[in-house]
């Protein structure tokens, strides 16, 4: 199989190692799966970077359900967003490197389907720089190609979606429209990458990235 750039989503530092040590490149860690993954916990955080070696993207998500957020939402997810961006730890190995999280994992919609821009500009602020990702909030937006110039201009650097389906073998053809949108850069701009979940798996990987031109994708550690 050709080697990809492979994101796991894990909910402990455990899941995090083993996805490690199966060849994954990047860490989604979150909480609560069952419900389509929540903010983990700072001690979760701490113990795994103290635990693998390989990027660590951290989901922000306050609670089940859409996302569309209130202002006391939005702030409580800013505050976590904060104390995220300042956590340091210092791994156990003989160089005793300090390790700290890459990204930040967001995304917040209006009741009509549009991106919050107002919510998604907070929550990057909140972030001090730091990478951001938007997450599958942005499959169940109105109108994806609007959404991926909007975040585009925000500067969001990478956008998780199945290309507005349950599975990205299903949504393939959007997929493979905005994976060339992201090639076509605009001049003193970067451009969203995309990175493709929902089912991927070791036996449609290599036909998705056939189908889409897509470099990046994202799956349940457990997969591999």
């Known amino acids: 199989m050709t080697k990809y750039y492979l994101e796991a989503c894990c909910q402990s530092a455990q899941d995090a190692l083993t996805a490690q040590n199966h060849g994954a490149s990047r ?15 700072l001690d979760t955080i701490r113990e795994t970077l103290r635990s693998v070696s390989i990027p660590v993207n951290v989901l922000i998500r306050l609670r089940a359900g859409n996302f569309v957020y209130d202002k006391d939402e939005i702030a409580k997810m800013c505050l976590s967003i904060g104390e995220i ?9 003989e160089n005793g490197a300090e390790r700290k999280v890459n990204a930040v994992v967001i995304g917040a919609l209006t009741e009509e389907g549009e991106i919050d821009i107002p919510a998604v ?8 720089g730091l990478p951001i990702t938007f997450h599958r909030a942005f499959d169940v937006c109105a109108h994806p190609k609007k959404a991926y110039e909007q975040l585009s201009e925000l500067g969001i650097a990478r956008i998780l979606t199945s290309g507005q389906v349950p599975t990205a073998v299903k949504g393939s053809k959007l997929l493979a429209e905005l994976v060339q949108m992201s090639a076509s850069p605009k001049e003193n701009e970067g451009r969203p990458t995309i990175l493709v979940g929902g089912g991927v798996r070791p036996s449609n990987i290599d036909t998705l990235a056939e189908e889409t031109g897509a470099q990046e994708f994202h799956s349940s550690y457990l997969l591999w």
Not at 31 to 41: K, N, Q, R, V, Y
Not at 85 to 93: G, K, M
Not at 121 to 128: N, T
Request: charged content about 40%; overall charge negative.
């Open 85 to 93: 961006r300042d956590l340091r730890v210092v791994t156990d190995d």
């Open 27 to 41: 860490i989604e860690l979150c909480e609560d799966l069952a419900c389509d993954g929540l903010t983990p916990s």
């Open 121 to 128: 500009k907070e929550m990057m602020d909140a972030a001090g």
